[in-house]
């Protein structure tokens, strides 16, 4: 009886404070996130300052906006859309909308802002972001349409420096 005791005093105090844990994280989660259709969905995790939101949307085309709940936005905000291919993004920050697309054809990320094709963004510029195709094992892809993979891209700290409220993501994985 006296091991059964101090099996549970020393053992119970750390389970507990564990599922507290998972109770208080999974209660406040650091955004909000509206999607357009119901049957898209978004996940988010978040270690450390990194931020890792996952967007699955079936049909392809449709939009989300991420609210921050906290004073600022995370150090690192990674984007995972799984989608089939990526003919158009927009990711609206306040005053500024970077806009990217992904060649079907070869893989190859463009990348403006503000509606202006016409001016590429270049990897010195401070919006410039990598896109990078994703398979279903984690393994990068140079092949579309995806099949189970996802397109990745860390959002760059230029786009959130003037700490908006809110974000706005909008995509088309393939024109109709």
Same mark, same amino acid.
């Given at each position: 009886?006296?091991?059964?005791?101090?099996?549970?005093?020393?053992?119970?105090?750390?389970?507990?404070?564990?599922?507290?844990?998972?109770?208080?994280?999974?209660?406040?989660?650091?955004?909000?996130?509206?999607?357009?259709?119901?049957?898209?969905?978004?996940? %988010? &995790?978040?270690?450390?300052?990194?931020?890792?939101? *996952? +967007?699955? !949307?079936?049909? /392809?085309?449709?939009?989300?906006?991420?609210?921050?709940?906290?004073?600022?936005?995370?150090?690192?905000?990674?984007?995972?859309?799984?989608?089939?291919?990526?003919?158009?993004?927009? %990711? &609206?920050?306040?005053?500024?909308?970077?806009?990217? *697309? +992904?060649? !079907?054809?070869? /893989?190859?990320?463009?990348?403006?802002?503000?509606?202006?094709?016409?001016?590429?963004?270049?990897?010195?510029?401070?919006?410039?972001?990598?896109?990078?195709?994703?398979?279903?094992?984690?393994?990068?892809?140079?092949?579309?349409?995806?099949?189970?993979?996802?397109?990745?891209?860390?959002?760059?700290?230029?786009?959130?420096?003037?700490?908006?409220?809110?974000?706005?993501?909008?995509?088309?994985?393939?024109?109709?």
């Amino acid at each position: 009886m006296s091991h059964f005791l101090a099996i549970t005093f020393l053992f119970l105090p750390p389970i507990l404070g564990m599922m507290n844990c998972v109770t208080a994280c999974g209660d406040d989660p650091p955004f909000k996130i509206t999607t357009k259709r119901d049957d898209d969905k978004a996940e %988010v &995790t978040v270690e450390q300052n990194k931020a890792v939101i *996952s +967007v699955r !949307s079936p049909f /392809g085309i449709s939009q989300a906006v991420i609210e921050r709940r906290s004073n600022k936005w995370p150090t690192t905000m990674m984007l995972r859309l799984h989608l089939k291919g990526l003919e158009n993004l927009k %990711v &609206t920050s306040g005053k500024v909308t970077l806009e990217a *697309s +992904v060649l !079907s054809q070869d /893989g190859k990320v463009r990348l403006w802002r503000d509606g202006k094709e016409n001016l590429p963004l270049d990897v010195k510029q401070p919006l410039w972001m990598e896109i990078r195709m994703v398979d279903k094992d984690g393994e990068p892809t140079k092949t579309i349409p995806l099949k189970e993979g996802y397109f990745e891209m860390k959002l760059p700290k230029a786009l959130l420096e003037d700490n908006p409220k809110s974000i706005r993501l909008n995509w088309i994985d393939f024109y109709r």
